[in-house]
């Protein structure tokens, strides 16, 4: 364990650290984070024992680090510091055999059995092993970054002091390298107190974070320290967003530039372009839109939305394929593409374009009431993927946080259900009235205009233009479908 009480230390009498007080404990991966300059290095150096303090006090398993010899706490403790050139005509092998040096006892050293085996296993853990004959200076920048780790391996320390340990890394070896260090350090109990730049690779890997701002610790703590937006746009003085990692329990941090938060004021003035097979509504600039439809579904920035026509009979067993076969066709970038498919005659769709509640509000509805279920009876489950057939697409002027776009496709959803009753439209298996179609498809688009809105509810002026919008539409979608059908 490592306590920090009451720290203050610099350079030359200069203060750059003011009483840093923290526990470190064993076993935990630790990361320092702050802007250039506000002294994680120093704090390294203060730890390690290579800077001696002004005031204060740092204890290595409950002794002061002062009373440790060199040697000693080379035996417990290795740094791989930032930007080391080591520049002889060393190999890899020969580096990294260095690091074994506190553990050959005697005057005249000599390597062991030992030496050598752990040598050539955190070679082979860093991926050195196969430039372990080559001299060390004929290596790229990440290549001698991960030998040096490997000398620092090679010691067997009980804490590791990183200073930067992925600079130099591309992607593949910075994870490579992290998932290395964190199976090392769970094998071993080693300690890991790591600074890293990269906030995003610290929320993957470290277990407790401390924010360094002008010298002093700011914030110490778990996941909660990255999280904490306000804290970090005062030590960074930039805008950080933190949103959550698609398939891990983490944070990611994004930066918002001000000057980039453009005003889009014609972003609801989209060109319709419609056929047999699609209607294809494009938008200058991309909207940010929550949906379920089959190709573009979550949370995403796009320009265009495609909703395509297919047969009752179409094959829908791979459904995302054949959206991205038909939008690469049509020369509709992908990337930029929401992709709906509906079973209904794309004829009957119906548009609601006007200002409903000061809200420039556009919805587009196809419906079909087929398979209209009441989703409150219990129902055998559809057998076969059944193709979606009342389409919402919803596009504001508006500026919509997160939780208010959930609040739009509630207030979009109950608006659908209210027409359905009105219109009087009935489960064909339960005989009551349908609160939707087996497989219907939503898209909330919003241009993130003016100020955020938090609330889209039907207490909110913006969820009831929705509700208002979307009830007539697929009001008129439905009336459009049954004049078709003859119901
Ligand atoms: N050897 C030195 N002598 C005098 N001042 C120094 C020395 N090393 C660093 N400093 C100063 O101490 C302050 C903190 O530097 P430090 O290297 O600890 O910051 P850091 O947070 O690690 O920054 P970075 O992210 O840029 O590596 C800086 O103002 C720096 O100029």
Redo the contacts with the bound molecule.
Sequence with gaps: MIEVSGLTG???N?D?LTDINLTINEGEFFALI??????????LRLMTGALAPSGGIIEISGKPIQTYSPRKKAEIMAVLA?SSHVEFDFSVEEIVMLGRYPHQKGLIKHISRRDKEVVSEVMKQTEVYQYRNKPFKWLSGGEKQRVLLAKALAQEPKILFLD?PTNHLDVKHTVEMLQHLKAYQAKRQMTIIA?L?DLNTAALFADRFGA?HQGRLVKKGDLSVLKNETLLQKVYEVDIKHHSHPTLAKPQMLVAPEEMHHSNPHALEAEVDQNEQCIHIAFPRPLRVLSNAVVGEGLQWLCHFCNFYVPKNYDCSNPADDVRKWLEKAGIPLGDTLGMMTAVKLADKAIVNEVIMDTHIFTIVTAGVGNAMDITKEHPLAEAWQIGTINIMVFLDEHLTDGAFVNAVQSATEAKTKALVDMEVTDPATKSIATGTSTDSIAIAATQNGTPTPYAGSGTRVGKAIGQSVYRAVTEAIENYRTRVGK
């Design positions: 610099g350079y030359q200069e750059i702050g802007p250039n300059g506000s002294g994680k290095t120093t704090l930032q930067e600074i730049h360094l």
